[in-house]
Structures are given as structure tokens and as C-alpha cells.
């Protein structure tokens, strides 16, 4: 079965600071892999994406992470966080099995970004 | 633009009643999934469906329906609300073939059972 752990439910960081979100995740095949953000009252929006290649992937609002296939993690990284990036995460994994990719998600991370 | 809407966004319900929350999409996407979100639990597949007459069951199906009779729709049904499905659910959808995989998602439904 595959299975996702976020390890920090809350993370404190300063404005400016950088910022790492862990994730660990199980699946038995090469997996996908995925982080969304959550705003306040929204549904989630995809950071960014991994399904091959480059193990480093590059996302939106200068979000970046690296899969390690050792380690069986995709942490998500930031070198100078905003206010603004204060919100929800979650790390997700799936596949392409059985002709769709039903995702599992982590319990998430919440960020608060102090000014 | 396409999106992908979910009504009604707030309901308050009694134990016992059946609901049904709908969800609409305008992506075209085969793969249709419904989620709960509930605090220190993150979101939890409840059921899937890959195509029109298809459905599956999540981890958290029990006391859950959906059908899928056209493209665009899978419906959500309680079957008899009861407390513990007070939650936030949310509705996504993704298009089909390998390399696609991202799930869009709905501002989800707030459903809260007394």
C-alpha cells in the first residue's frame, strides 16, 4: 500500500529565512510524486511535480524539491521564505496504475511565517 | 476557463438524512476522485471513478456512494449522515495517460452533521 509521512504538523520560520518541509513516502513501484499548498478556506494547488528524470524539480512561487529514491523522500525547499507563503502543505504519492492515479496524501505541514 | 465547481459549499444536515454533494467539471478529465479533510488527518480518498460507469472504493468509503454517468459529474451521496462525516470534502479531477497524474481540485463542500 502506498503511504505518505509529513513528520512536522507545524513549522515556525522568519520572513526571509529558508525553509525545508520533510516527506517520506512508500509505494512499490517508481513512484509520483507531488506538493500542493492549501490556502485558508481554498481547495490545493499544485507547488510542483515529480515523474522522471531530473531529480531536482523546479515549481511555482520558487518552491523546489529533490527526490532521493535512497531516502525515499521528497522534501520541499524554499531559500527565502514570504509572508505570503504562510499556509497548509502536503506531500502526496501515486501512480499510474489501473488506468488512473488515485493519489495519498500526508497529514500536512502547517507553515506560519513570522514578520 | 475551464474549473472544476463543487455545491453546496455549506450544509448543515441531521444525523440519519441522506446528502448528496455534487461536483461538475468542465476539464474533460476521465479520472474523477473525492476526498475528506479532517484535521490531523490530511485528505483521505473516499471513492475514484476512471471513467463514465466506472467507481471504486477509497480507504473511507463506508457510508459513501458515487456515480458516474456522464464525463463531467460525480455526485457524493451519504447514504444515512451520521457525525463522524462532519468534514470538509473535496472533489478533483485529473486527465488520463501516464506523465499527467496532477489532481485539480474544487474549494471543497463544508459539511457539518448534528
Given amino acids: 500500500a502506498q503511504s505518505v509521512t509529513q513528520p512536522d504538523i ?21 513512484p509520483y510524486l507531488f506538493w500542493y499548498v492549501q490556502s485558508p478556506g481554498q481547495g490545493l494547488q499544485l507547488l510542483l511535480k515529480y515523474f522522471s528524470g531530473d531529480t531536482l524539480v523546479q ?14 523522500s521528497f522534501n520541499l525547499r524554499k531559500p527565502s521564505v514570504h509572508w505570503s507563503d504562510a499556509a ?10 489501473g488506468g488512473g492515479n488515485k493519489l495519498t496524501f500526508g497529514t500536512g505541514t502547517q507553515l506560519k511565517v513570522e514578520l | ?41 490530511g485528505l483521505r480518498l473516499i471513492h475514484y471513478s476512471y471513467g463514465v460507469q ?9 457510508g459513501y456512494s458515487v456515480s458516474r454517468s456522464n464525463t463531467e459529474d460525480l455526485p457524493l451521496t451519504l447514504e444515512s449522515a451520521a457525525s463522524s462525516q462532519t468534514s470538509v470534502y473535496f472533489c478533483a479531477s485529473s486527465g488520463a495517460g501516464a506523465n499527467t497524474g496532477e489532481l485539480f481540485f474544487g474549494e471543497g463542500s463544508r459539511l457539518t452533521v448534528l
Avoid at chain 1, 10 to 30: D, K, P
Avoid at chain 2, 4 to 18: A, N, V
Avoid at chain 2, 54 to 62: F, M, P
Fill in chain 2, 1 to 41: 476557463d475551464a474549473e472544476i465547481t463543487q455545491s453546496p459549499r455549506h450544509k448543515i444536515t441531521e444525523t440519519g438524512r441522506q446528502v448528496t454533494l455534487a461536483c461538475h467539471q468542465t476539464w474533460n478529465h476521465n479520472n474523477m476522485f473525492w476526498y475528506r479533510q479532517d484535521l490531523g488527518h
Fill in chain 1, 88 to 97: 497548509e502543505y502536503f506531500c502526496a504519492v501515486g501512480g499510474f496504475t
Fill in chain 2, 54 to 62: 466506472d467507481t471504486n472504493k477509497g480507504e473511507v468509503s463506508d
Fill in chain 1, 59 to 72: 515549481g511555482i512561487k520558487g518552491f523546489e524539491a529533490e527526490f532521493k529514491r535512497s531516502q525515499s
Fill in chain 1, 10 to 30: 507545524h513549522i515556525t520560520v522568519s520572513e526571509g529565512a529558508s525553509l525545508e518541509l520533510r516527506c517520506n513516502y512508500s509505494y512499490g513501484a517508481t
